[in-house]
């Protein structure tokens, strides 16, 4: 070879990641995509909800079409992966009552069992203890002169001042905590109300029970609570219920190239169904087809099988994920990646498709940007003339979380939020589906790039969004295990530069205290955050194992 030819083509080769040729857009995909998804975001599958059938439905339909293209099964049984996922808890009011006196209460309208509630039954007298608390100074005591042993107890879950952040007693609103103390004060069971509405029902609705393994019911009939407050009464009780859970299923398939290195392509392929708690409509109960949310990621995952299925020029090997109840709070991914199929350490990254389906101007955001050095230099080379909007951070409001967790490179496609978000106006006739194919064609062209490249470098990030953090002035900065039911708040992150990470906490540590506040629960943490503003400075301490931590965080 001529030497002096050696240098350009040295040149050449070392800038080849960023100067791959683009992979050219299939006109035939937005027909195809239109198609699956005008399936997929059918009313006849009532919103791909987990546990009932039209989530059946799209899981055999994403199955078949895995197998047509050759995806090697990848799941524990075939491509399935079986996972529970929690619902409401069932309350069996064949054997749940209240009577006061002589008057039956019913069920739902009248009372109801709460989330820390044990099962039994018991009759006897009640004896109200106020607001139940017992401050450690001894300036205030709701017990003062009171026997409560062997009791029914009548606590107001409000406080002297009301439940705000500022209230003197904010230290002393966990209704859980009261809630103990009433046991170990003697209660054989505890009657809740509110009558001053100056603090929130407990929630109605739940799906982990944290008990305290005596039997508590809120009582919603003012009457009926307004007599329980005044005087004694006699009662009868009992609370039959359990823990509920429905199965859903992820869905793996193997693209085996005989290479060393993975990529994991991933979309999830529920949504909320008829709507409920993460719905934003506020009318009745209506299907949500979920067609960008996400349809869209699910439809365009099915499309990159055609495409790396017939692939054998590249460096990679791909596993193709379609996770359930990612509405449910990551629930799908979180078990893949606690209970993988194949060995993690394998994976070089992990691209998610989630809600792309909305393509504006070109417009896309890209996240995860930070998780590797190497991203920059890969996304900021043209693609198709799209307008890339980087987000650095690995954690976010979708299934890449997950993985960025294990420390992979990830990235999550975006076309934006609209005003159909988790509304049954999320139809699949107003999708781009012209866009969904130039971000396919996106997809292969940075797998494409990557190839060049011999490792990508994880990288830790510093920021993160999470659709699930309320909206506070302050954070942990942490990623809640929903799946955990207490005492505590478990955590299955901590994002770095955030004041947990910055105490020292990982995933899986327990909080249990913020400042006064004792955390029981999620409900218990949100109240404490509502507690504090920035740059306010006060301990944490989490649990970890069998050792509590005690470190100082600022806000």
């Keep these: 070879m001529n030497k002096r030819f050696i240098v350009p083509i040295l040149a050449l080769v070392f800038t080849l990641p960023v100067k791959a040729q683009e992979v050219a857009i299939d006109k035939e995909a937005p027909k195809r995509m239109q198609r699956d998804l005008f399936f997929l975001a059918s009313d006849s599958l009532k919103g791909r909800l987990p546990g009932t059938p039209g989530s059946d439905i799209a899981r055999d339909f994403i199955e078949q079409r895995m197998a047509e293209f050759g995806l090697e099964p990848y799941g524990e049984n075939g491509y399935r992966q079986a996972f529970p996922v929690p619902e409401y808890a069932a309350i069996d009011y064949d054997q749940t009552g209240l009577k006061l006196g002589k008057k039956v209460l019913v069920p739902h309208v009248d009372f109801y069992p709460v989330a820390y509630s044990g099962n039994g039954e018991i009759s006897g007298k009640t004896l109200s203890i106020g607001y139940g608390i017992v401050k450690e100074d001894g300036s205030y005591n709701d017990y003062q002169g009171k026997d409560l042993e062997g009791k029914i107890a009548v606590l107001n879950v409000s406080s002297p001042d009301g439940v705000h952040p500022h209230s003197a007693y904010a230290a002393y609103h966990s209704v859980n905590q009261r809630l103990k103390l009433a046991k170990a004060k003697g209660a054989a069971a505890v009657l809740l109300i509110n009558p001053e509405k100056t603090a929130s029902d407990v929630p109605e609705f739940f799906k982990a029970i944290n008990s305290i393994d005596i039997p508590v019911l809120f009582v919603r009939n003012e009457a009926a609570a307004e007599k329980l407050a005044k005087k004694s009464q006699k009662v009868s009780l009992a609370v039959s219920m359990k823990e509920r859970y429905s199965t859903g299923y992820n869905l793996a398939g193997f693209v085996n190239n005989n290479k060393a ?119 900021d080379a043209p693609i198709h003339d799209l307008d890339i909007k980087k987000d650095p951070a690995g954690v976010g409001p979708s299934d890449h979380t997950s993985f960025y967790y294990k420390n992979l490179p990830v990235l999550h496609l975006f076309t934006g939020t609209h005003e159909d978000y988790h509304k049954p106006a999320d139809d699949a006739d107003k999708v781009n589906y012209k866009g969904m194919a130039k971000l396919a064609s996106m997809v292969y062209t940075i797998t494409a790039r990557t190839s060049s490249y011999e490792r990508l470098n994880f990288q830790k990030t510093t920021s993160a969004e999470q659709k699930t953090t309320p909206r506070f002035s302050v954070t942990l900065g942490v990623v809640p295990d929903y799946l955990f039911g207490g005492p505590g708040l478990k955590i299955d992150g901590a994002t770095e530069g955030r004041p947990a990470a910055n105490a020292g906490m990982k995933a899986g540590d327990i909080v249990l205290k913020i400042g006064d506040f004792t955390i029981d629960d999620i409900y218990a943490y949100m109240g404490a955050l509502g507690a504090f503003k920035k740059g306010d400075t006060t301990t944490i301490v989490y649990k970890r194992g069998d050792e509590e931590i005690e470190a100082e965080i600022t806000f």
């Design 261 to 379: 290195r993975t990529v994991v392509l991933g979309a999830h392929y529920d949504h909320i169904g008829m709507g409920g708690e993460n719905s934003l409509y506020k009318g009745a109960p209506a299907i949500h087809n979920g067609a960008d949310d996400n349809g869209s990621g699910t439809t365009l995952l099915l499309e990159a099988i055609r495409y790396y299925g017939k692939r054998q020029d590249t460096n990679y090997n791909y596993v193709i994920l379609f996770f359930s109840a990612e509405e449910s709070g990551l629930i799908g991914s979180k078990y893949f990646t606690e209970h993988p199929t194949f060995p993690l350490e394998t994976v070089e990254y992990m691209i998610n498709f989630d809600m792309v389906g909305r393509l504006r101007d070109n417009r896309l955001q890209v996240s995860g940007t930070g998780t590797a050095e190497q991203w920059d230099e890969i996304l």
